[in-house]
């Protein structure tokens, strides 16, 4: 498996951070700490054969900062 950087000029895809998963995913995340789903889950479902994406057209907003979510908060208003 190869990793791809947002720098990437050839990336085409992001996640979203709309998930949906069984519960049985739960067993993997470790008892102490931080965890990081791209680092640690996500390639052993892989591995698994055990995960899928889900590819849509709708925008996607970064509210990833207090100033873009500003941005969102008017949109919406």
């Keep these: 498996m190869t990793r791809q950087h947002a720098n990437d000029s050839d990336l085409r895809y992001i996640e979203a951070g709309v998930l949906g998963t069984r519960r049985e995913v739960l067993d993997l995340i470790p008892g102490e700490g931080a965890v990081s789903l791209e680092q640690q889950i996500f390639p052993v479902l892989i591995a698994r054969r055990q995960l899928a ?3 849509t057209t709708q925008r996607f907003y970064d509210i ?4 873009r ?9």
């Design 53 to 55: 994406g889900y590819v």
């Design 69 to 77: 979510l500003r941005v969102i908060e008017e949109l919406f208003a």
């Design 64 to 67: 990833g900062t207090p100033e």
